[in-house]
């Protein structure tokens, strides 16, 4: 399953932006898959930094997930006009210690590379007696033995996480003008590639 559709709007979600509320306090009507099978409907409030999703039922009771129970879920959000869709994958503290954690989906490629991204908030003070929230991301790469890191916004970076095709990548990046940094510009840069391996074994 590829999701390139959402990264425009994602890209547009992710650009640093002013809240006079917290952006986790809101909820959104939408689904979530438990890892066991079973499907939830109903509005949800999701935490992603500390992957904690709440979902408040027909019956107006609350039920709190944490990644472990989750497979996926998804929501419209009302103030983006975009539905959104997330994934647990596993994710590695230190070491060897992995605990699952929820991901925003950018590109999801199974047999290939993916781009999944992370979003927080920061408290800037008050306005007014208002506090504010700024909101920032952080964009990360799976690749396809589903080991995933954080990408750290540099070419450095990029050509450590893609393995391959570094010339085609950096003809392509100058050719389309493209911020390695921006996530919707990485999510054309993360299609070409996995574009270019699809290829490579056509052959």
């Known amino acids: 399953m590829r999701n390139i559709m959402f990264v425009l709007h994602i890209s547009l979600m992710l650009s640093s932006s002013l809240f006079s509320q917290n952006p986790s306090d809101e909820w959104y009507y939408g689904r979530i898959i438990l890892q066991e099978g079973d499907t939830l409907y109903g509005t949800m409030q999701v935490e992603l930094q500390h992957s904690i999703l709440k979902l408040r039922t027909d019956d107006n009771r609350i039920k709190t997930f944490s990644a472990q129970q989750v497979k996926h879920f998804s929501y419209y959000d009302t103030f983006y006009k975009v539905k959104r869709l997330f994934s647990t994958i596993p994710a590695r503290i230190k070491n060897d210690y992995w605990v ?16 999944y991204y992370k979003t927080y908030h920061n408290n800037q003070g008050l306005l007014n007696t208002k506090t504010l929230f700024f909101l920032d991301y952080e964009l990360f790469i799976k690749n396809a033995n ?18 391959s095709y570094h010339e085609q990548i950096a003809a392509f990046i100058a050719h389309k003008s493209l911020n390695i940094a921006a996530p919707y510009d990485m999510g054309q840069i993360i299609e070409y590639y996995n574009s270019l391996q699809a290829y490579s074994l056509q052959k």
Do not use: C
């Open 100 to 115: 699952a954690s929820f991901f925003g989906v950018i590109v999801d490629n199974t047999e290939n590379i993916s781009l």
């Open 146 to 163: 589903d080991e995933i890191r954080k990408y750290k916004g540099t070419k450095k970076s990029l050509f450590e996480l893609l393995p």
